[in-house]
T-cell receptor, first 113, second 111 residues
Framework: GAVVSQHPSWVICKSGTSVKIECRSL??????MFWYRQFPKQSLMLMAT?????????EQGVEKDKFLINHASLTLSTLTVTSAHPEDSSFYIC?????????FGQGTRLTVV | DQQVKQNSPSLSVQEGRISILNCDYT??????FLWYKKYPAEGPTFLIS?????DKNEDGRFTVFLNKSAKHLSLHIVPSQPGDSAVYFC??????????FGAGTTVTVRA
């Protein structure tokens, strides 16, 4: 079946630095990818929709200047957390749908210290 | 506003018995429903789905039931196995694949 690869699986960074998370669809092309965030013991919340060749669309309350999304090709979307702060520590997950279903990456555990 | 709700945060069941997980939704535009299984520090893994044109879908030990009039779906796992211990998320979407998730139900299967 289709596979979505997300990298890195975990990262620790210092406050004020930026972190880039990659999401790749390995055997299919994805014009749209989704980025979700999960806080401990909470549901996954959609942050933004990444659109190949155009700007991402962000959900209400998500700062687009803080969470930069680039969908440079049909198989790659990146999420950059800029000027990270401890409250950005979370589990970030990407998703890419093919014609029939949505596939998820393995997730990235971000810890900002 | 939580459009998908899983009101039971946890479920404990004995090995071999049936696990029943429930999910309610509020958005009548949802027409595609999924269940995901998630282990700690991993991304969700797709389990089973159902479209709004059906009321039941079965895949091995997993069966999902959809009651559109009640805006309710459930996942049955029969028989439950220790490897089924995980967090199960109910999710729903309209035709754009933007998923709205429930808060999850932690299932513990006792040997």
């Amino acid at each position: 079946g289709a596979v979505v690869s997300q990298h890195p699986s975990w990262v620790i960074c210092k406050s004020g630095t930026s972190v880039k998370i990659e999401c790749r669809s390995l055997d299919f092309q994805a014009t749209t990818m989704f980025w979700y965030r999960q806080f401990p013991k909470q549901s996954l919340m959609l942050m933004a929709t990444s659109n190949e060749g155009s700007k991402a669309t962000y959900e209400q309350g998500v700062e687009k200047d803080k969470f930069l999304i680039n969908h440079a090709s049909l198989t790659l979307s990146t999420l950059t957390v800029t000027s990270a702060h401890p409250e950005d520590s979370s589990f970030y997950i990407c998703s890419a749908p093919d014609d029939t279903e949505a596939f998820f990456g393995q997730g990235t555990r971000l810890t900002v210290v | 506003d939580q459009q998908v709700k899983q009101n039971s945060p946890s479920l404990s069941v004995q090995e071999g018995r049936i696990s029943i997980l429930n999910c309610d939704y509020t958005n009548s535009m949802f027409d595609y429903f999924l269940w995901y299984k998630k282990y700690p520090a991993e991304g969700p893994t797709f389990l089973i789905s159902i479209s709004s044109i059906k009321d039941k879908n079965e895949d091995g030990r997993f069966t999902v039931f959809l009651n559109k009039s009640a805006k309710h779906l459930s996942l049955h796992i029969v028989p439950s196995q220790p490897g089924d211990s995980a967090v199960y998320f109910c999710a729903a979407a309209s035709n754009d694949y933007k998923l709205s998730f429930g808060a999850g139900t932690t299932v513990t299967v006792r040997a």
